[in-house]
């Protein structure tokens, strides 16, 4: 079995929180366990510089942002048998000072750049010749990639599909963006909308996952129970609720 792993940070590579020592810590013991692993995440500022082992693949991104094409390169690197890496590299959305923002304050374009990630992931999934059996996407920034992967499905001709997997690591970070941004997926009109990513007028990366993912979990059974309530389903309690097994 192959399992793509998609997150916008995995330690020791780049990190702000637990989402990154989690998920470089389930893929490692992933891959002791026999299982094929893949790591997508973006190449970062100082990564390369760091890792020297890290290789540049014969890949090219050129992908369609909204009526502009942006292109990107890939990197690889084998940390240990049956995990490979793979590095998203685009200057003007990952080389910079921060991974989120600078001075407590987010970078204007994160919807842009993490749409990038999320549609070279999804061409990294249907396109790899070792394809995944299972894209698991961590958080709102990979949000986005099970709907990417459900329209590809259904009307482009993508088959077999793998299939696809949300964790909710932290719920209050949702990944909500003016409406104007969903021109970026290029996905159809009818993806925004109250059963697609539309949350409050705004297009939610987190809501995405909740809704496309064929499997939905959470850090741990606590969690997962406790997001089912008012309280701490931080708006998005009737969709967990719908989802809810």
Not at 27 to 39: D, E, F, N, W, Y
Not at 63 to 78: A, P, Q
């Amino acid at each position: 079995m192959t399992i793509m792993q998609v997150s916008g940070e995995c330690f020791p590579y780049s990190k702000t929180g637990g989402l990154a020592d989690m998920v470089g810590a389930l893929s490692k013991a992933l891959a002791v366990r026999g299982t094929q692993v893949q790591v997508v995440t973006p190449l970062y500022r100082g990564i390369a510089g760091k890792f020297k082992e890290i290789q540049p693949m014969d890949w090219a991104l050129d992908l369609e942002m909204g009526d502009k094409v942006v292109s990107g390169k890939l990197y690889t690197l084998n940390p240990q048998p049956n995990l490979t890496i793979y590095f998203i590299e685009q200057p003007d959305y990952f080389d910079r000072p921060g991974i989120y923002g600078e001075k407590s304050e987010d970078y204007e374009d994160n919807s842009e750049r993490f749409l990038f990630f999320s549609k070279a992931a999804t061409n990294l999934a249907r396109y790899l010749t070792d394809a995944p059996d299972i894209v698991h996407a961590h958080d709102w920034q990979a949000g986005m990639v099970p709907a990417m992967i459900q329209h590809q499905h259904m009307r482009g001709g993508w088959y077999p599909v793998p299939t696809t997997c949300f964790t909710i690591h932290n719920l209050s970070y949702q990944g909500n963006f003016p409406s104007d941004s969903f021109s970026y997926t290029n996905l159809p009109s009818d993806y925004f909308g109250p059963h697609g990513v539309e949350f409050y007028k705004q297009v939610s990366f987190l809501k995405s996952g909740l809704i496309f993912a064929d499997q939905l979990t959470t850090v741990s059974p606590k969690y997962a129970k406790e997001i089912l309530t008012e309280e701490f389903a931080c708006g998005m309690r009737g969709v967990l609720n719908a989802r809810a097994e």
